[in-house]
């Protein structure tokens, strides 16, 4: 038999909550992994600065960049174009960087 762990919480009284700020890495989606090519980077920034990303592949080359308006948006990326592999979106906005790891097969 299997036991279940459960966590109680207590309320708190007098403590303040504030919103953390959310991390780029929390704001882009870039899917599906793996992918035939065509993959889809969604993005919704609480900032309106602009989002440059680049793909690099393993050795580090550069394959491609892009710059796009910030805010919210939605681009769709053609990395079949590459060829099979492993490739990296490296997304930098507003003094933030992130990497995404995106697989490119058959």
Not at 61 to 78: I, M, P, R, T, W
């Amino acid at each position: 038999s299997s036991r279940r762990r459960h966590t109680r919480f207590r309320n708190v009284t007098g403590v303040q909550t504030c919103a953390l700020p959310i991390s780029l890495a929390e704001q882009v989606m870039v899917y599906p992994n793996p992918t035939t090519g065509l993959v889809t980077f969604d993005f919704a920034l609480n900032n309106a600065s602009p989002v440059h990303v680049e793909i690099t592949n393993m050795v580090g080359s550069k394959v491609a960049e892009y710059n796009f308006a910030g805010g919210f948006g939605s681009h769709e990326l053609d990395l079949g174009k590459f060829g099979q592999g492993t490739y990296l979106i490296n997304i930098r906005n507003n003094n933030e960087v992130t990497t995404k790891k995106i697989i490119v097969t058959n």
